[in-house]
């Protein structure tokens, strides 16, 4: 796992069993890519072969969404970042957001979201 990233969150996707949508706190490692902490939410479906797990997801799904310019990496400032209950809050509204580009409506989007834990 790269250093810079956190995972947060990983809420099941309803009505596919393999699905997950995983959610991470990330700093870019990528020199040119606008220096922020971002937040970003990938649906990802798991592979189990044999002994081995694959995560498997689409580039072209998921959202992310920035939460604080820095023009320096601070690990301290990760940790407090994905810590934060109100990036926890920003979490459940992109998974919402996948949920609804699913085919849930939006109260039932909303029910899901709240009601599920995310470990």
């Given at each position: 796992?790269?250093n810079r990233s956190?995972?947060?969150?990983?809420?099941?996707?309803?009505g596919?069993?393999?699905?997950?949508?995983?959610?991470t706190?990330?700093?870019?490692t990528?020199?040119?890519?606008?220096?922020?902490?971002?937040?970003?939410?990938?649906?990802?479906?798991i592979?189990r072969?044999?002994?081995s797990?694959?995560?498997?997801?689409?580039p072209?799904?998921g959202?992310?969404?920035?939460?604080e310019?820095?023009?320096r990496y601070?690990?301290?400032?990760?940790?407090?970042?994905?810590?934060?209950p109100?990036?926890?809050a920003?979490?459940?509204s992109?998974?919402?957001?996948i949920?609804?580009?699913?085919?849930?409506?939006?109260l039932?989007?909303?029910?899901?979201?709240?009601s599920?834990?995310?470990?």
């Amino acid at each position: 796992m790269d250093n810079r990233s956190r995972t947060i969150a990983s809420f099941p996707v309803p009505g596919a069993p393999d699905t997950v949508v995983i959610v991470t706190v990330h700093y870019p490692t990528i020199p040119g890519i606008r220096r922020e902490y971002s937040i970003s939410a990938q649906p990802t479906t798991i592979v189990r072969i044999d002994f081995s797990t694959i995560h498997h997801y689409d580039p072209c799904e998921g959202y992310r969404r920035w939460l604080e310019e820095a023009p320096r990496y601070s690990a301290r400032k990760l940790e407090s970042l994905a810590a934060d209950p109100d990036t926890m809050a920003i979490a459940r509204s992109l998974f919402r957001t996948i949920l609804i580009d699913r085919g849930f409506d939006y109260l039932e989007a909303e029910t899901i979201a709240l009601s599920t834990g995310g470990n």
